[in-house]
């Protein structure tokens, strides 16, 4: 039980440091977009793993160690394989969504620049 609420208290502790860094950058800057996108500061190699981060964030928690598991060594091809696809994303994708996105009315998110950049004004909601 002592070990148990060692576990509870970082955890509690990191939660509280994640939330005073959100809540401190969240007064800093002056608007959402600001705050999303880091008002704009971040370069294309940073937007690029975020964008992967965020692409793998589910099946790299669940899926891939279970591959492994089953797999074993030779899952080791995955790791190459996102490496090369970050790299890409970076090279290819990252530096033109960052200019497209401001010309498309600012976007902040994906499917907002989708909607402006094909001027799809539907609301799906």
Do not use: C
């Amino acid at each position: 039980m002592q070990q148990d609420w060692g576990i509870i208290f970082a955890f509690g502790l990191y939660f509280l440091a994640l939330f005073g860094i959100g809540i401190f950058h969240m007064k800093k800057e002056q608007d959402l977009a600001g705050y999303v996108l880091g008002g704009r500061k971040v370069g294309p190699w940073v937007s690029a793993m975020s964008a992967e981060a965020s692409d793998m964030s589910g099946w790299m928690l669940m899926g891939l160690p279970g591959y492994a598991y089953v797999a074993g060594v030779s899952a080791f091809w995955i790791a190459i394989g996102l490496a090369i696809g970050t790299w890409l994303n970076w090279l290819f994708v990252a530096k033109r969504l960052r200019v497209y996105t401001k010309i498309a009315n600012d976007s902040i998110t994906l499917p907002d620049f989708f909607e402006n950049r094909f001027r799809d004004k539907t609301d799906p909601w």
